[in-house]
């Protein structure tokens, strides 16, 4: 587990997935229509332009958005500022998002490592330390990161990590192994299920759980899915349609 204040316990939280999206994913437009449905945070991923501002951009180019091939960090912040998205939108720095919304909690994937360095000057500019979860599908990113900050931030486990936490839940080792595995640990993210791995059976959700980690699932955008993660012990749900999730938890 991890104790840092970007957690909360009393109920089930809401993670727009890219930010939503409406009008498009990973940008101002739709943080803001998000947050103003109730949204508890805004996931999203970095990148990094060639000159080292991490931007907020899911894909390493732009082709599935605009058409174009042109690769994020082949492009200048100056060039990519400039790039026009669906819904008359633009891709934002990092430094943008935290900035115009001080008051958000973010959930940060980091898909590139150049991207790195100017995250870590941009929470330490802002002292967003207790507003931001860092995470990556590459656990050496994830640790190079982290190591960067001068006070913890928010992280959650990554592939490596679930697949131990999973075996270990599997062949009934000691909860003091998940325990040890899950130290320093805030939050799994994951889907219901990946490949042969149950990620959602009452077996290993208890086991998280008792250690204080919490799980949040992904991506969820059935009302009835919602409301059996909630059900089962839930502690975040990662949306697409985050004002329906806030919506159908809400009410229920």
Do not use: C
Request: hydrophobic content about 45%; glycine content about 6%; charged content about 25%.
């Amino acid at each position: 587990m991890q104790n840092h204040p970007y957690f909360v316990e009393d109920k089930v939280v809401v993670l727009a997935h890219r930010g939503g999206t409406n009008p498009t994913e990973n940008t101002i437009e739709a943080f803001r229509v998000a947050l103003a449905a109730g949204a508890d945070i805004i996931e999203t991923d970095i990148q990094a332009t060639k000159d080292g501002i991490a931007v907020l951009f899911h894909d390493d180019d732009l082709k599935r958005l605009i058409g174009k091939p042109e690769k994020i960090s082949d492009l200048d912040w100056s060039e990519l500022s400039q790039v026009e998205l669906p819904g008359k939108t633009r891709i934002p720095s990092l430094r943008q998002a935290l900035t115009e919304f001080p008051k958000a909690k973010f959930n940060i994937d980091v898909k590139a490592e150049n991207a790195i360095s100017d995250l870590i000057a941009v929470v330490e500019d802002l002292k967003a330390h207790d507003r931001v979860l860092v995470s990556s599908f590459s656990n050496k990113r994830r640790l190079e990161a982290l190591k960067g900050f001068s006070s913890p931030v928010a992280t959650s486990g990554s592939a490596t990590v679930v697949l131990r936490v999973w075996l270990y839940s599997l062949l009934g080792m000691p909860q003091l192994s998940i325990q040890k595995t899950l130290a320093g640990i805030g939050a799994l993210q994951i889907p219901r299920k990946m490949s042969i791995l149950q990620l959602d059976s009452p077996r290993f959700v208890k086991k998280v759980l008792a250690t204080g980690t919490q799980l949040h699932y992904w991506t969820i955008n059935d009302p009835k899915e919602i409301l059996e993660l909630a059900s089962l012990g839930a502690s975040g749900i990662v949306t697409d349609v985050p004002e329906l999730a806030v919506q159908t938890l809400r009410k229920a």
